[in-house]
C-alpha cells in the first residue's frame, strides 16, 4: 500500500475519473557504439555471438546488426535467441540493404519476454550473394544500463566460441539489443484537489474520508495488477 497525507484538511474528489492510457516505449541497449570503415570481418557461415543477462525480466523486439561494405548489398540477416543451455527461444531471416556504414535494427515477428537472471545468447549471420565485408563494432562494455535496466555481456562458453565467428565482448556485429519493459500503465484516476472553508455537498463533489482509497490498474505481459493508493487526513 502506497499512502500519502495532503497538507490541507479539506480535499474533494473530481468525478468522474479520467483514464491514462500508456506503454512501454522499446529502447536499444548498446554494448558498443564505436564502428570503423576500416575494421571489417569477411562473411562466414559462422554466427556472431554474444551472451547476455538481464537484471529484470523484459521483453526482446530484435537486436541491432552491424552493416556491410560496401553498403546497399543485398544480403540474407539472420537473428536469434537462444538460451545458454542451447535451446532456441525465437528467430527471424529477412532480405536486407544496409544504407550505411552504421547498423540496423532487425526485428523479431514478435516480442518475447526473457527472465531476469538468466544467461541468453544472441547471434547474427549474414549471408550473401558474394564476397562483401561486414563491419564490427569495438570497445564493447561488459556491463551497461538502460533505462533502469542492467545487462551484462559476456564472451560464449568455448564449445559456442567454436562454432562462432570469434565475437567477444570487446567487438562483434551484435552492439545492441532492443527492449521493453513488461510493465505497462492502463489507467490512472485523475484526482482534483480543492481548498475550501467546509466541504461541499451534492453529487458532483464528496468528500475524502480517512482511508479513502483508489487504483492505478498495471499490466505486467498479459497479466493485470492494481496498485493501491490511500488518502490520510
Known sequence: MIGFRPTRAHIVLSWPFFYIFSSSAPFNCWRSTISSDYQSWPITDKFDKIAFTLSADHY???VRVGSTFPERVDVTVTIKITHSDGVLIVTKT????????????IYFDQAVLLSGGQQYIAASLVEAPYNVLLRKYKEGESTVQCSGLIVTFSTVSSA?????????????????????SPWQILSVPFIKHHRVSSLPTGSQWSGIPDG??????????????????????
Open 60 to 62: 526482446v523486439l530484435g
Open 94 to 105: 529477412v532480405q536486407h540493404r544496409f544504407p550505411d556504414w552504421t547498423s540496423d535494427p
Open 160 to 180: 559456442e566460441f567454436a562454432d562462432s565467428n570469434g565475437s567477444n565482448v570487446l567487438e562483434g556485429r551484435v552492439p545492441a539489443l532492443i527492449l521493453r
Open 212 to 233: 479513502w482509497e483508489f487504483k492505478i490498474s498495471l499490466f505486467y505481459g498479459s497479466q493485470l495488477y492494481f496498485l493501491p493508493f490511500r488518502f490520510w487526513r
